[in-house]
């Protein structure tokens, strides 16, 4: 099933790198996937960045600075949490797509969110700056996260009120859309900032995504694009 996805973040220099992926299963992850993953944290466990590194970390957090948001504090890019889980010792490993999405941005130092494309009961998303007003529950105790000017994947829903309705976000995703253990479809989504890094370097990225995802589940199988500004692709 193809999905459309607008980059409509209203910036020169904030990329998306875009999978969807079939017949994937939300298990324990293969062996493959949590070697690396380990790998990955020892090596972060240091604390340090090659100059390339933290031009790519500081410019993940410069991509959220839009309006009256700020990416300080608690909103600074989930990528910086799992960095840091990993220099504390306390680096979570969730299931097998889960730990893929933390791997690759443990090891690209860019945000990545991940939703469960039957739960978004649409095939059409759009990203965008979230509104005034606008938020959403991230957890099971009901916290929510503003929006305001945050950048956001929206599931297009024609004749429902709103018809856009905030999923993810580079700091943290949607309760509403989150995977289950009965997820077999999802898409997932790259926050790349183009100020210091290439076209070439997403690509990568997004593949190495792709190829960890694909190892969760004998039937798993999907495809990428890149949504670079202003542009509209299907995948």
Same mark, same amino acid.
């Given at each position: ?16 790198g875009?999978?969807?992926?079939? !017949? ?20 972060? =466990?240091? #604390? ?11 410019g993940?957090?410069?991509?959220l ?23 504390? #010792? ?5 299931? !097998? ?32 700056? =979230?509104?005034? =007003? ?7 105790t =009901? ?11 929206? #599931?297009?829903?024609?004749?429902e009120?709103?018809p ?52 969760? #589940? ?18």
């Amino acid at each position: 099933m193809t999905i459309t996805i607008h980059n409509r973040i209203p910036r020169d220099d904030v990329a998306l790198g875009l999978v969807r992926i079939e !017949g994937i299963e939300v298990g324990p992850a293969p062996q493959a996937l949590a070697d690396e993953l380990e790998l990955w944290i020892d090596h972060r =466990g240091g #604390g340090t960045l090659t100059d390339e590194e933290e031009a790519v970390r500081k410019g993940s957090r410069d991509m959220l600075r839009n309006g009256v948001y700020k990416p300080t504090g608690r909103g600074k890019p989930a990528s910086e949490y799992l960095a840091r889980a990993a220099n504390e #010792g306390n680096f979570p490993r969730i299931n !097998g797509p889960v730990d893929a999405n933390n791997l690759v941005s443990l090891k690209h130092c860019v945000p990545i969110s991940v939703w469960d494309l039957d739960l978004a009961r649409t095939g059409e998303f759009e990203f965008r700056l =979230g509104n005034a =007003g606008e938020r959403y529950v991230f957890n099971p105790t =009901g916290q929510e996260l503003d929006l305001q000017d945050l950048v956001c994947g929206c #599931g297009l829903l024609p004749g429902e009120e709103p018809p856009s309705r905030p999923m993810v976000t580079p700091i943290k995703d949607s309760l509403a859309t989150k995977l289950r253990p009965e997820t077999t479809r999802l898409a997932g989504c790259l926050y790349y900032p183009l100020t210091v890094g290439s076209r070439e370097a997403l690509e990568q990225a997004s593949a190495e995504f792709l190829r960890w995802l694909t190892l969760c #589940g004998p039937r798993a199988s999907g495809t990428l694009a890149l949504g670079l500004p202003h542009e509209t692709v299907e995948l």
